[in-house]
Each structure stands twice: as C-alpha cells, then as structure tokens.
C-alpha cells in the first residue's frame, strides 16, 4: 500500500505560478498511475491530470490544458503538477492519488490528505 504526501500548495495571485509535489512511501511507486485532482468548496471533487506509468503519456482536464504539467520522477517516488497562469477558478484542495489502472477520472485507489491552493484575483 503506497503512502502519499503532497506539499506546495498557497496564496497566489492571478497569473501566478505554483509546483505541487507528491512524495510515494510504502510501495513502488513506478508501478502505479499517478493522477492530480481537485476539489473546490461545495464541488464535488474532479479530474487534473494524470501520467502513465507505463508511456509516460500525460491527460489533462480541458480546462487545464496548456497551463498545467504534470510529470513524475521515479528516481525520488514523487509526483510534480506544475501550474502556471493559475486563476480564481483553480482555487481548490488538490489531492494526489495513485491507480494501478489509468484513471482518467475520480476512481483512485489511494489519495494524499491534499493541499489548498487558493488563486486571488
């Protein structure tokens, strides 16, 4: 069972850029599909991104597309979602989760405890 800890969350003004980072214990991390996603007040929790542990492919949210990277290193079990151009609308709790399938959506097998990110305008 793999442990997850995101850190780099923050205040950011509108335009801004922020780096989350997930660091993996407990399990190999090269085995697992690894994924960003989101949660903002009285929303229900939604889809960032993810990357293929076996193609190294990348998915994105339309509405992230072009802004955010998401990237992994397997060398140092961590998971980075690099966030640029941010706006309002990406204030949220973000949450990193680890799949042994690809999951393009919400069915993770095991989540960190998240980090707020809040955008002012």
């Known amino acids: 069972q793999v442990q997850l800890v995101e850190s780099g969350g923050g205040l950011v003004q509108a335009g801004g850029s922020l780096r989350l980072s997930c660091a993996a214990s407990?399990?190999?991390?090269?085995?697992?599909?690894m994924g960003w996603l989101r949660q903002a007040p009285e929303k229900e929790r939604e889809f960032v991104a993810a990357?293929?542990?076996?193609?190294?492919?990348?998915y994105y949210t339309e509405s992230v597309k072009g802004r955010f990277t998401i990237f992994r290193d397997n060398a140092v079990n961590t998971v980075y979602l690099q966030m640029n151009a941010l706006k309002p609308d990406d204030t949220a709790v973000y949450y990193c989760?680890?799949?042994?399938?690809?999951?393009?959506?919400?069915?993770?097998?095991?989540w960190g405890q998240g980090t707020q990110v809040t955008v002012s305008s």
């Open positions: 989760a680890a799949s042994k399938t690809l999951e393009i959506g919400t069915a993770y097998d095991f």
């Open positions: 407990g399990g190999t991390f090269s085995m697992y599909h």
């Open positions: 990357t293929s542990r076996d193609t190294g492919n990348s």
